[in-house]
Each structure stands twice: as structure tokens, then as C-alpha cells.
Nanobody, 115 residues
Framework: QVQLVESGGGLVQAGGSLRLSCVASGSIFRRNTVGWYRQAPGKQRDLVAAITSDDSTNYADSVKGRFTISRDNDKNTVYLQMNSLKPEDTAVYYC?????????WGQGNQVTVSS
């Protein structure tokens, strides 16, 4: 069983920065794609960014140039560096790991950007 534990959310003013972290238990982290999703109130959960085992990245258009996803396989950790934050980035952010037929989610972490 894989567990994903997120940290780093909080309240920040528009234009500020935050870094989210997600630590995975177990030994499958380095072989699989991990990513971040977000869900604002009343909206669906959408992909923000993902990174494969060979460090290929993919970003939602709304965060390109502002957010950076990275991973440290020695620490079983994926990061999301968020810069130039906007009020519309306010959401609960979830870490996700794809492992073949299985998908694992973190518990969610609130990010609030005030105007």
C-alpha cells in the first residue's frame, strides 16, 4: 500500500510563492509518473502538472511559466514550486501517483491566494 503525504500549502498574497511537497511511502515512486491536481469549490479536479520517471513534464496551460514540478527519487518526493500566484490558483491541491493499474492520491492540501 502506497501512502502520499502532502505539505506546504497555506495562505499567500497574489504574486507570492509557495512550494508543495508530497512524500510517497514504499519503493515504487522512482519508477512511476507523479503529478499534482487541484480542485476549487464547485469545480472538477484538474491536472496541474505531472512528471514521468525520466523527468518529462507536462503542465496545464494556466500554470505554464509560473509553476515547476520536480522530483527527488532518493527522497521519494515530488515538489510543485508555485510562483506569481493568482487568486484563481486557490484550490485544494492533491498529489497523485500512477502505478500501472493502480492510482494513489494524497489527502489534499489547501492553497489560498488572496487578492
Amino acid at each position: 500500500q502506497v501512502q502520499l503525504v502532502e505539505s506546504g500549502g497555506g495562505l499567500v498574497q497574489a504574486g507570492g510563492s509557495l512550494r508543495l511537497s508530497c512524500v510517497a511511502s514504499g519503493s515504487i515512486f522512482r519508477r512511476n509518473t507523479v503529478g499534482w491536481y487541484r480542485q476549487a469549490p464547485g469545480k472538477q479536479r484538474d491536472l496541474v502538472a505531472a512528471i514521468t520517471s525520466d523527468d518529462s513534464t507536462n503542465y496545464a496551460d494556466s500554470v505554464k511559466g509560473r509553476f515547476t514540478i520536480s522530483r527527488d527519487n532518493d527522497k521519494n518526493t515530488v515538489y510543485l514550486q508555485m510562483n506569481s500566484l493568482k487568486p484563481e490558483d486557490t484550490a485544494v491541491y492533491y498529489c497523485k501517483l500512477w502505478a500501472g493499474l493502480y492510482v494513489y492520491w494524497g489527502q489534499g492540501n489547501q492553497v489560498t491566494v488572496s487578492s
